[in-house]
């Protein structure tokens, strides 16, 4: 299989054999700190690739959907752009890029959490005047918005 792994792959596998080939973008890397994940990095054959703006503009513009966009960090939006780019699987433990994914078609792995059964769109709340609002403070009371589910829908495939 091959497949965009992200920060947690590269630092929690100890075995990367079951992939035929590994793509990254450089953000990865840069992330990647710890003596002993970069001594694994430095034993890895991989494709370090960044996608192009399209493809993270696309990946921004589904995150604002699913309202996760506050929650992915620049280098959760590059690996889902390459990953979507190239029609790769794509490699994370993180609920937020899990959701992306599913929201826009990536097929993705989680190593070591269970992967997401609801595609979940989040909505910033009002608890005063229990209203879902576009904005991060509440326009009527000025109250500072919480994060909350606006939808979920189950998925029908599983890990």
Known sequence: MKAVLDTSAFIYLNNFRMFEKVYTVTDVLDEVKDRISSLKLSGIEMKVL????????????????????????????????????????LVSDDYNVQNVA???????????????????KWGN??????KFYGKKICPKCGNVLTKRRVSEEFINKQN
């Open 50 to 89: 960044e996608p192009a703006e399209k493809s993270v503009n696309e990946i921004k513009l589904a995150a604002k959907e699913t309202g996760d966009i506050s929650k992915l960090s620049k280098t959760d939006i590059k690996v889902l752009a390459l990953a979507k780019e190239k029609g790769l699987v």
């Open 102 to 120: 599913e929201k826009i078609g990536i097929d993705y792995i989680s190593l070591f959490n269970k992967r997401i059964t609801k595609l979940v």
């Open 125 to 130: 709340y009002c608890i005063n005047c229990e």
